[in-house]
């Protein structure tokens, strides 16, 4: 909120006053004034807003979803995104179980085919070579039979190595390169999940909405406030006090706040002494214008105190 200045200079320059009466105790009286810590909510990204939930002078809880931008891209990178980590995690268990088990039942089939074909040309050579030592067959003969049971065997131990390695998990850089494709694809939804979780702008804490400055279909651009709240603790009083007095308070002291129209005073806890003064009016600094040498002095108030911002109050202690 901005600062009235000339409020700024008034209340800073009037002197301390005090209160006298039948022996009663001298109590400091300063004037201040209200002021407001806002919280501006923003969306971070731009969007058109298709729903405002938050309604100006209504209290909202932590967390709570005050308005709502467009999400439908953001919608469908997320659900891109966990089809992606489906693939790669279907991959990566494909890696770890070998072949399936229709590809191991055909390697299984030509295995058999080709024990088939080794056991008749082991019988064919057993039958032949005997004739070929009586030299009733050619050498030719026995040459060729020998040479088709070598072959038949070389394609029984091929077939079996397939479905050895069939049934193997994949390598170790195979099954490394799947893994990270899995953890790049996990990587990539939850910054699709963020995404559109930012579509939404929630409480930051509990408080009163102050004002909202768009509505429902209008655009924004990213980082532009959509309403203003006002926090539990987001009031405080602003006074000022001469450089004589500056001792007598302390951070964590406690000083009471009236106002016009209040029946009671409120309790306010000092939170801030500025470390620099000021001078109100501006004067040339000498010792005799010490007096004149102020501190800025800001006290927690509560909300539900009846206190609003730019209120002009009596601070006591």
Known sequence: MKTN???????AGIATMTMVGCGAPKETVHL???EADW?????????RIIEITAREG????????????????????LAQAEAGVSETSARASDLETGARAPEIRSLQARLSEAQSRFNQAQKDYERVMPLV???????????????????????????????????????????EAASAATRSAEAARVS?????????????????????F?????????????????????????FFVPQSELP????????????????????????????????????????????KLVFMVEAQLPVEGGFHPGLPVEVVW
Do not use: M, N, W
């Open 5 to 11: 200045a000339v409020l700024k200079v008034c209340l």
């Open 32 to 34: 201040g004034y209200v």
């Open 39 to 47: 919280i501006y909510v923003a969306a971070p990204g731009a969007g």
């Open 58 to 77: 209504l209290r909202v809880e932590a967390g709570e979803v005050l308005f709502q931008l467009d999400d439908e891209s953001e919608r469908a990178a």
């Open 133 to 175: 030592e009586q030299g009733l067959e050619p050498r030719s003969r026995g040459d060729a039979l020998e040479a088709q049971l070598e072959a038949a065997g070389a394609e029984v131990e091929a077939a079996q190595q397939q479905i050895a390695v069939a049934k193997l998990p994949g390598r170790a850089a195979q099954k």
């Open 192 to 212: 699709a999940a963020y995404r559109l979780s930012e579509r939404s702008g929630v409480a930051p804490q509990a408080g009163r909405v102050e004002e909202i």
């Open 214 to 238: 768009y509505q429902t279909g209008e655009r924004v651009g990213p980082a532009t406030p959509i309403l203003s709240l006002l926090p539990d603790d987001g009031l405080k009083v602003r």
């Open 248 to 291: 007598a308070i302390k951070v964590g002291s406690s000083v009471s706040v009236l106002a016009d129209g209040l029946a009671s005073p409120a309790s306010a806890t000092v939170s801030f002494i500025s470390h620099e003064a000021e001078f109100t009016p501006p004067v040339i600094y000498s010792r005799e214008s010490r007096d």
